[in-house]
């Protein structure tokens, strides 16, 4: 089993950015499809972007397109989100995720999950 830990969270200003990371250990990490996901206070946690295992496909949540950027290192065990532009309604704990997948997972087909890092936007 996969473990999976996010850092990057922070406090930032709207418009300004914030790249989040979730390194992994334990598992071979270029046969696991990577995505983020979000939960809002009293909200449920919703998919935000997914990338499959070699990198060459992406999928956003129409709210982030053209705003965010998933991306991996497989030599570093790591996968990123590049979030610019941000605004107060991208305010959530960010978790990191990931399954065992050749092919572009549907949200939910993920099993193993970080413990989240938290990012506030101010307006």
């Known amino acids: 089993q996969v473990q999976l830990v996010e850092s990057g969270g922070g406090l930032v200003q709207a418009g300004g950015s914030l790249r989040l990371s979730c390194a992994a250990s334990?598992?071979?990490?270029?046969?696991?499809?990577m995505a983020w996901f979000r939960q809002a206070p009293g909200k449920e946690r919703e998919f935000v972007a997914v990338m499959n295992r070699i990198g060459t496909r992406t999928s956003y949540t129409d709210s982030v397109q053209g705003r965010f950027t998933i991306s991996r290192d497989n030599a570093k065990n790591t996968v990123y989100l590049q979030m610019n532009s941000l605004k107060p309604e991208d305010t959530a704990v960010y978790y990191c995720?990931?399954?065992?997948?050749?092919?572009?997972?549907?949200?939910?087909?993920?099993?193993?999950w970080g413990e989240g890092t938290q990012v506030t936007v101010s307006s």
């Open positions: 995720a990931a399954t065992e997948s050749p092919l572009l997972p549907r949200p939910d087909e993920f099993g193993s």
């Open positions: 334990g598992g071979t990490f270029r046969r696991y499809a």
